[in-house]
């Protein structure tokens, strides 16, 4: 089952940036989906997902602010966060998911990313 660590949140101020990574312990390569969820408050929200193929999908209120990227020699998949808002403030949880019998649904411990006005 892969292991995940996330870094890279901290405190911004809106308009700015910041660059979100995720380590996994196995090649990204055979994860068959990863991707990246923020928890505002009580509920979750996916912020973006992207499959071993290279499709992404962007929830509505960060696409063409953020941008998800890999790195398959490092096992890495980043979250590039520009054009930051106060609402963007949340614990960002990296998630990978693999099918099969061999499958497994993994989370990072979250990374806290605030952003004020």
């Known amino acids: 089952q892969a292991q995940l660590v996330e870094s890279g949140g901290g405190l911004v101020q809106s308009g700015g940036s910041l660059r979100l990574s995720c380590a996994a312990s196995e090649s990204i390569s055979s994860i068959d989906v990863m991707g990246w969820y923020r928890h505002p408050g009580k509920q979750s929200e996916l912020v973006v997902s992207i499959?071993?193929?290279?499709?992404?999908t962007y929830t509505r209120s960060v696409k063409g602010r953020f941008t998800i990227s890999r790195d398959n020699a490092k096992n890495t998949v980043y979250l590039q966060m520009n054009s930051l808002k106060p609402e963007d403030t949340a614990v960002y949880y990296c998630?990978?998911?693999?099918?099969?019998?061999?499958?497994?649904?993994?989370w990072g411990q979250g990374t806290q990313v605030t952003v004020s006005s």
């Open positions: 499959t071993s193929g290279g499709s992404t």
């Open positions: 998630n990978a998911k693999k099918s099969g019998c061999r499958g497994y649904d993994s």
